[in-house]
Structure formats: structure tokens, C-alpha cells
């Protein structure tokens, strides 16, 4: 369908920032939402940022106004700059592709990369 590569994850104190990329390839669907998800250890995966084509955004409450979603089509590549981390941020962050414009639950996953913010 889509593979999904993400980049850019790592170990950050408390308040510092970190910029995820994701870049799509071998592509069988039109891509329509793209974002990215998250989980920590013991917790449900969650929402935390979408972008339809149209340029649409989703964020979580917990995310918003401190990380911002941006997308390069020409690329097939999703974004997600993350300010003022917090080490309830720590987790794997995954890569998502959708053919429709805004689900919970996109088609497509990467493999994720590990985001962790010491205290």
C-alpha cells in the first residue's frame, strides 16, 4: 500500500524541541491524511496530529500549541516540530497514511521512532 519511514526521534531534556520527519514510498493509494500517532509504555496509542490534502489539521488537547503538523506533497513527506517537550511526551512516535481525509485509525503505519524527554 505505502511505506511509511519516519526520522529524527531522540533523547531531548525537558522543554527542548525535536523535528520528525516522514517520508512515503511505494505508494498504491491516493494519499489523503496523513499525521502521526504515539504510544507510551502501558498506554493506548493515541492521536497526536493529522493533515488532510486540503491542509486540514487535527491535534490533540495535550499537543496543541506546542507541536505543529506540516506536509510537502511534491516530497510525499510529513512533518511534526515539537516545542516545550514535556517527558509525558516520551513515546513511540508513529508515521500514519490514509486514503480518506480525517480517521482515528489511518491505513498505513510506519514503524515508529522512539521520542524520549528526560526531566
Known amino acids: 500500500q505505502v511505506q511509511l519511514v519516519e526520522s529524527g526521534g531522540g533523547l531531548v531534556q525537558a522543554g527542548g524541541s525535536l523535528r520528525l520527519s516522514c517520508a512515503a514510498s511505494?505508494?498504491?493509494?491516493?494519499?489523503?491524511?496523513m499525521g502521526w500517532y504515539r504510544q507510551a509504555p502501558g498506554k493506548q496509542r493515541e492521536l497526536v496530529a493529522t493533515?488532510?490534502?486540503?491542509?486540514?489539521?487535527n491535534y490533540a488537547d495535550s499537543v496543541k500549541g506546542r507541536f505543529t503538523i506540516s506536509r510537502d506533497n511534491a516530497k510525499n513527506t510529513v512533518y511534526l516540530q515539537m516545542n516545550s517537550l514535556k517527558p509525558e511526551d516520551t513515546a513511540i512516535y508513529y508515521c500514519t497514511a490514509d486514503p480518506r481525509p480525517g480517521t482515528d485509525w489511518p491505513l498505513a503505519w510506519g514503524q515508529g521512532t522512539q521520542v524520549t524527554v528526560s526531566s
Open positions: 511505494a505508494i498504491t493509494f491516493s494519499i489523503n491524511a
Open positions: 493533515m488532510n490534502s486540503r491542509g486540514s489539521t
